[in-house]
């Protein structure tokens, strides 16, 4: 069965410095989107991305986040200067034709120190 | 806005007994609603969903769950739990009909099912 892959696994990374988070989408899926799990908290969404731009972000995707699809396969969230309280758990998330059904990757656990 | 409560942070219950893991939400116009588990250093799996149709709705792993629209609900169930069942277990809903495709979760309930 397809499934969403992220890389890296764990990312441990100084306050103040960029960290690009990488997902591999679901071949032919066509709607991809970035959640986070801040630890103890709900999962939360960030933004979503469809035919190269972004349809819907939260407030919590500020300048700080960009996202894009550099080479038509991955999927990357990059933090351009980390901050503590980005330490969190990334979920990648990407739906095809069935926009119903949006399948996760295993997620990028990020420690801003 | 939508938004989803999980009143149970945790459920316990011995193997062989029926689990029950409760959902209810709020949201603009219909539903469609999911459960998605989580095991130890894993991503969400997806269970089940609700779209339309069959108020009863059956998924992966002899899971099933009911969306009642009067009490704006959607527990999941299964007749009789498995100890490999245990997992922190998520609730979602998004707006259907609309372009609102981003899920909003709830807080999650973690289910131990002991042997």
């Known amino acids: 069965e397809p499934e969403v892959t992220q890389t890296p696994s764990h990312q441990v990374t100084q306050m103040g410095q960029e960290v690009i988070l990488r997902c591999v989408p679901i071949?032919?899926?066509?709607?991809f989107y970035w959640y986070r799990q801040i630890l103890g908290q709900k999962v939360e969404f960030l933004v979503s991305?469809?035919?190269?731009?972004?349809?819907?972000k939260s407030e919590i995707f500020d300048d700080q986040f960009s996202v894009e699809r550099p080479d038509g396969s991955n999927f990357t969230l990059k933090i351009r200067s980390t901050k503590l309280e980005d330490s969190a758990m990334y979920f990648c998330?990407?739906?095809?034709?069935?926009?119903?059904?949006?399948?996760f990757g295993p997620g990028t656990r990020l420690t801003v120190l | 806005a939508q938004s989803v409560a999980q009143p149970e942070d945790q459920v316990n219950v011995a193997e062989g007994n029926p689990l029950t893991v409760k959902c209810t939400y709020s949201?603009?116009?219909?539903?469609?609603l999911f459960w998605y588990v989580q095991y130890p250093n894993r991503g969400l799996q997806f269970l089940l969903k609700?779209?339309?149709?069959?108020?009863l709705v059956k998924g992966s792993y002899g899971f099933e769950a009911e969306f009642n629209k009067s009490q704006t609900s959607f527990h999941l169930k299964k007749p009789s739990a498995l100890v490999s069942d245990s997992a922190l277990y998520f609730c979602a809903v998004r707006p259907k009909g609309t372009n609102d495709y981003k899920l909003s979760f709830g807080a999650g309930t973690t289910v131990t099912v002991r042997a």
């Open positions: 609700y779209i339309t149709g069959d108020n």
């Open positions: 998330a990407t739906t095809g034709r069935d926009t119903d059904t949006q399948y």
């Open positions: 071949s032919n899926h066509l709607y």
């Open positions: 949201v603009s116009g219909n539903p469609y």
């Open positions: 991305f469809y035919n190269n731009e972004i349809s819907e």
